[in-house]
């Protein structure tokens, strides 16, 4: 068990994901300095619009991150690239005088490499369609891997707007079965015309 400081948002990253984030609220900025003085990461999580009360209005999982890189955005604010690098369950979260949540967490073993299958294989097309037409995701990555069913399954789950139930439920799964199911069923297969 392992006790870290937490980030909601309502969007996603997973492990070896990358998303750039714009912080400016105190208790975040604070968040930050921690990391850098610890040399630390931090638990980014979805926050649940479904009706739980505070501070248990996040998902039940997470993805932990380590700050990669940081600049000044032109508007004076402090921006910062993190990196996926594990997944957690949150045991009990408590909250500080400035609202900063903390949680205990327990680690989750990484989904296991897998090739993509056959018929799958649309999803995977799909997501190299995205990033041809979006650059700007595609250059935060040094190489894409378009042929791992893990590393296409997690990149197209950030890139969708996920309910918490959903990201609960597939961040509980051994391996990237169910994601690519749900995939499947959330992005139309050429067959289907």
């Known amino acids: 068990m392992s006790n870290i400081m937490l980030f909601p948002l309502r969007s996603v990253v997973f492990p070896k994901g990358k998303l750039k984030l714009r912080i400016f609220e105190p208790r975040y900025l604070r968040m930050v300095k921690e990391c850098f ?31 990669v890189d940081f600049e000044e955005l032109e508007d004076g604010m402090l921006g910062i690239t993190v990196i996926g690098d594990k997944t957690f369950e949150t045991l009990q979260i408590s909250v500080e005088k400035d609202g900063l949540r903390r949680a205990d967490v327990n680690w989750m073993p990484p989904w296991p490499q897998a090739k993509i299958d056959n018929e799958f294989e649309y999803v995977s097309a799909h997501l190299r369609s995205v990033y041809e037409h979006f650059p700007q995701i595609s250059e935060m990555y040094d190489s894409c891997h378009f042929e791992d069913a893990v590393w296409v399954s997690q990149r197209w789950l950030e890139l969708l707007p996920l309910k918490v139930s959903h990201f609960d439920f597939l961040s509980v799964q051994a391996n990237s079965d169910e994601a690519l199911m749900f995939l499947s069923q959330a992005i139309e297969s050429p067959k289907s015309h």
């Open 37 to 67: 003085r610890n040399n630390e990461g931090f638990g980014m999580c979805l926050i649940n619009d479904e009706g739980a009360p505070p501070p248990r209005n996040v998902s039940t999982h997470g993805t932990y991150v380590n700050i």
